[in-house]
């Protein structure tokens, strides 16, 4: 496996493969890998003919009392993990080669980005496109792989993929969970092992909504009012947003009707987690 420093080597190597006539798959991190993005390894290296692995800390989708700083990094046990998993390439550049003195350019995604998540992060969503627009400029690739859990992010990236033309297939891969429900993320290493209990709550509470949508429940409000009743009887969680919302415009439903997404935040101790469920009916 390659370890790739700077941005001007990294495009010659993608040039060199496209010559060559190889698809390229990639797949952004900010590192501290599990099995959620070996799971996105996986899934480009059956599509593609070379793997490309990003790891990059981007300081421009934190807030200022935000974790970046302390965001957990281990390179070692990353590029053990991507070298095992046959990734042809890790691309691991330095803050500077990314945002070079004198840096000014940010891209939007307008009337998605301020939903959701981006109402308690303003600006993250900010960041979270100029990374990724960045990244597929350097990589070049035919696939970029990304986690479902992350659908509120998935879904901007892709409508900015779409409204800018670019040569991309964004690709959604499932969430992966623990044994116990816990979608896997690179935050659950900040919990203790009491918080780390409290956190089954997200996934207890979004399987208690999908079977009772299955009985018949289609008000939303009295869904979103269920799943809060449960993630409220675990003292450690502290609510963001609960809510059931059209999966292409993220605008509130009052009926479960169609496709709809059911995407949740919550606090448990200092540490902000995500989770969503898909509904089709």
């Not at 190597?13 to 959620?36: C, D, S």
């Not at 009985?215 to 939303?220: S, T, V, Y």
């Not at 675990?234 to 009707?257: F, G, Q």
């Amino acid at each position: 496996m390659m370890v790739i420093r700077t941005v001007s080597v990294m495009k010659a190597l993608a040039r060199e493969w496209r010559r060559e006539g190889k698809r390229i798959g990639f797949v952004p991190t900010m590192g501290y890998l599990h099995e959620g993005h070996l799971s996105l390894v996986r899934e480009s290296k059956e599509r593609a003919g070379v793997t490309v692995v990003s790891i990059f800390v981007n300081p421009t989708q934190f807030g200022p009392n935000e974790d970046f700083k302390k965001y957990p990094r281990d390179l070692e046990k990353d590029s053990a993990y991507l070298k095992d998993a046959g990734v042809d390439a890790l691309f691991y550049p330095d803050t500077s080669e990314i945002y070079p003195p004198g840096y000014r350019t940010s891209v939007e995604v307008a009337g998605l980005q301020d939903r959701l998540c981006g109402k308690a992060r303003p600006g993250h969503f900010r960041g979270v496109v100029t990374i990724v627009l960045k990244l597929f400029d350097i990589v070049g690739p035919d696939y970029a792989f990304f986690g479902a859990k992350d659908a509120q992010q998935v879904l901007i990236i892709r409508r900015m993929a779409a409204d800018l033309n670019l040569d991309v297939e964004v690709v959604t891969c499932p969430i992966v969970r623990e044994p116990d429900g816990l979608a896997l993320s690179s935050r659950n290493a900040y919990l203790d092992p009491g918080e780390r209990k409290a956190a089954r709550v997200l996934s207890t509470s979004l399987r208690w909504a999908e079977k009772a949508v299955g009985a018949g429940e289609r008000d939303a409000p009295r869904l979103i009012a269920g799943i809060r009743t449960i993630l409220e009887a675990e003292p450690l969680v502290r609510i963001d947003y609960v809510e059931a919302v059209d999966p292409e415009t993220l605008e509130p439903v009052a009926e479960i009707r169609g496709d709809v997404l059911v995407p949740l935040a919550v606090y448990i101790g200092s540490t902000r987690l995500i989770d969503n469920l898909r509904l089709s009916v």
